[in-house]
């Protein structure tokens, strides 16, 4: 199983990034995912996560109605669409997949927020 994160940057208060997380070493189409993220100093936390059809999504309270997530399962791809960024989103983002009954993680991708 391997995860790649991408997308992360510099973004300034009130902007969007969209973060991408490639997966392959099995059939993902099979598998929800989930976007986790961990500020410096805190630890690990769950962003959103998303069914294997896309069919239905959960969020972290402080994310609703600013973040999205999706996938499509013919490019074996997750996303996150992150609106209105506040510096307190600032952390680094890992896709998750939860496959065999082992957690698997991405390397992560930095997000921060600032003026």
């Known amino acids: 199983v391997q995860l790649v994160e991408s997308g992360g940057g510099l973004v300034q208060p009130g902007g969007s990034l969209r973060l991408s997380c490639a997966a392959s070493?099995?059939?993902?189409?099979?598998?929800?995912m989930s976007w986790y993220r961990q500020a410096p100093g805190k630890g690990r936390e769950l962003v959103a996560a998303?069914?294997?059809?896309?069919?239905?999504?959960n969020y972290a309270e402080s994310m609703k109605g600013r973040f999205t997530i999706s996938r499509d399962n013919a490019k074996n791809t997750v996303y996150l669409h992150m609106n209105s960024l506040k510096p307190e989103d600032t952390a680094v983002y890992y896709c998750?997949?939860?496959?065999?009954?082992?957690?698997?993680w991405g390397q992560g991708t930095q997000v921060t927020v600032s003026s």
């Open positions: 998750n997949a939860v496959v065999r009954f082992y957690n698997h």
């Open positions: 070493g099995f059939t993902f189409s099979r598998y929800a």
């Open positions: 998303i069914t294997n059809t896309g069919g239905s999504t």
